[in-house]
Structures are given as C-alpha cells and as structure tokens.
C-alpha cells in the first residue's frame, strides 16, 4: 500500500484542468518518467467530491503505467468551498495514516492540498481488477459486516491513544455542527412529515431531545479513550473484491474519537432491521475479539454493549436526518427506517434520561 503527496504551486480547479502534463507530474513519484500524452474521462459524478475516471495515453517512449485511474476532488466552486475541510481531510488520511496500517483500501498515486482550498487525490481505477462497488442497501451477510469490522478494529488497534491523534484534534466539528444543523426545528418539521416520522418521534421525541442525545453522546466520547476513525463507514463506502473481501473508500470524515462511533455505525447500516435484531450482540462481540488480537486494550464487553447503544444518537442523526434529496426516496426511507427502528429497540431516550 502506497500514498504519495506531491508538491504543485496550483491544484486543477475544474475536471478540465486535469490535463495531460498535469498527470505527468502527479503520477511521477509512483512511475518515473513516465509521459502522459492524452485523456479520455468517463464515469463522471459531481456531489460532496467531484470525481472522474480518465483513460490515459502514454508517449511511445513512456515507462508503463496504469491504463486508467480516478481523480477526486473540489471540482465544483460551490460545493468545493462547502466541504473543503473534508476534502483535506482525506488527502491526510492517505498521506499520514494509510501508510502506517494494513488495510484494503486503493493505491493512491497522488494525494494533495492547498489554499484554493482544494484537496485532491489520484488513485488506482479498481473497476479494473473487478471489484464490485457497495450501495447503501446492497444485500449483505452478517460475515459481510463482520469482515469490515475485523478491518476497522486492526485501525484502531494500531492508533489507540497515539500520541500522534493529536495532529487530528478539532477534526469531528464539522460533522457535529452539520448533524445538529440537521435537527433544527424548521427541518425537524420536514422530516416528521416524512416517510417514518411516526418512528423518529418514537425514537427520540423532539428535535430539542435528538440534539440534547448527540450533546450528551459526544461528551461521553470525548471523555473516552481516542482512536483514529473512519467516521462515515456506511454501506456505500464499501468495496469487494472478486473473492469477496470488502474494502473501504471514501476518508473524507476521519476523525479521533471513540471506537463505537465506527463499530456501531457498520452494523446499524449495513443490515437490514431483521439482520440486525438478530446478530448485533455478535458482531459487536466479533469487532471486541478482532481489537483484541491486533493488541487493542479492548473495554469489558458489557461497556461495549452500553457504547454501541449510546452510538443510536448519531445513527438516527447521521442516517435519518439527512436533507430529502439527499438520495432517492426509496434510500432515504429506508434509512430513516433501519435507524430510527434500531433508536426504539436500544432505548434511545431511556439511555440518555430523556422524555418524550
């Protein structure tokens, strides 16, 4: 596994800049003197990160390179200007952390920042070596989540209490303001009118208590012992390879915090209401045995339990909450329904002393 920064006095700002001789000189530390001569791009998507697939040619005299590759970053102003911490956030990930732990994740061959502000990252085309992409609701097994739980806890294992978080601090503000944005009254009305309102009132009550639930949880994490977290490892950020093995995309959340924050956000995600019900205690109880082999102090097992039901907080927040158009209809109901369902069965306001 390799992550390479490079150094440019300007990063592109628009798809269009990604230009021959730019690619050059991103792709020169991974191929030595290799020559870019021509593009072709495909697979183009504009949402929180713009992103693309270019088709390279390469000079006759050209060392060998990859045929294609992805380019992610701020390729559109408003959002770029939006989200652009998040966008740093994940060109760190690749260039600070990915190098020193074991995970599936792809090769990036370019991995930058600057004050545009812009982030921006090269990597391998995984579609090429047959990997098939996760979608929010793709069917998954219970050993699904259980092998994406086994990645994540040799992470934290690997970062537990490092002194090296320091360097992350102040990283999960941006998430918390949006997600307690996402409880103000004005959209709490919306999505009380919605699909699965009835379920979110039952889960939480009021938009006051939602917000009080995340306060509460996030001064409960912060008194706790740090780790490195992915901090969004939904269903859609997962990829598998050919022989099944998951691995994970999309960085652009990482922070340090509590490990139930990932731990608890897999499991509530990925499985369907019933799936869930039937083997969260074991999948918590698997993420503990896979902490502890890779040498992580794991908590009692009971305290972990007690964590992932805290962790209902942000579920109900960061998979129910969403703006409407944040997908298609059918996702987000279904979202809000596997979420606010897991918030009535942990007892959400019963957890935090809250009333209906």
Not at 43 to 62: I, K, M, V
Not at 278 to 303: F, I, K, Q, S, W
């Amino acid at each position: 596994m390799t992550s390479t920064a490079a150094t440019t006095e300007h990063l592109p700002l628009s798809l269009d800049e990604i230009t021959p001789e730019w690619l050059t000189g991103a792709l020169a530390a991974s191929f030595p003197g290799v020559k870019v001569i021509g593009t072709r791009r495909d697979r183009e998507f504009f949402g929180t990160a713009a992103s693309a697939r270019l088709h390279l040619t390469y000079a006759p005299d050209s060392p060998a390179g990859p045929a294609s590759v992805h380019v992610k970053g701020g390729f559109d102003d408003k959002w770029r200007r939006r989200v652009w911490v998040a966008l740093q956030q994940e060109v760190s990930f690749y260039n600070e952390v990915a190098p020193e732990i074991d995970l599936n994740i792809p090769r990036v061959y370019f991995a930058e920042m600057d004050e545009s502000p812009q982030g921006l990252i090269v990597f391998e085309d995984l579609a090429a070596r047959g990997v098939a992409f996760g979608q929010n609701f793709l069917p998954v097994t219970p050993d699904h989540a259980a092998s994406v739980l086994e990645q994540l806890a040799l992470m934290h294992a690997t970062w537990w209490e490092s002194p090296k978080l320091e360097r992350f601090a102040g990283w999960e503000e941006a998430q918390r303001n949006y997600l307690k944005h996402c409880f103000r009254p004005s959209h709490w009305d919306v999505l009380v009118d919605w699909a699965n309102g009835d379920l979110l009132q039952e889960a939480i009550g009021t938009s006051a208590n939602a917000i009080t639930a995340l306060e509460r949880l996030w001064e409960w994490c912060d008194a706790q012992p740090r780790t490195f977290l992915h901090g969004d490892p939904h269903g859609g950020n997962f990829y598998y390879e050919p022989d099944g093995r998951p691995g994970i995309l999309d960085w652009q959340l990482c922070f340090a915090g509590s490990y139930s924050h990932d731990m608890a956000w897999v499991i509530v995600t990925t499985l369907d209401i019933e799936q869930r019900r039937a083997n969260e205690r074991d999948l918590v109880e698997t993420y503990r045995d896979a902490l502890l082999a890779a040498g992580g102090p794991a908590p009692a097992a009971e305290d972990m339990w007690s964590a992932y039901r805290r962790q209902m907080a942000h579920a109900i927040a960061s998979y129910g909450a969403m703006p409407r158009d944040n997908g298609p209809a059918p996702v987000m109901e279904e979202a809000g329904a596997r979420v606010f369902t897991a918030a009535i069965d942990h007892d959400l306001l019963g957890v935090y002393g809250l009333q209906r």
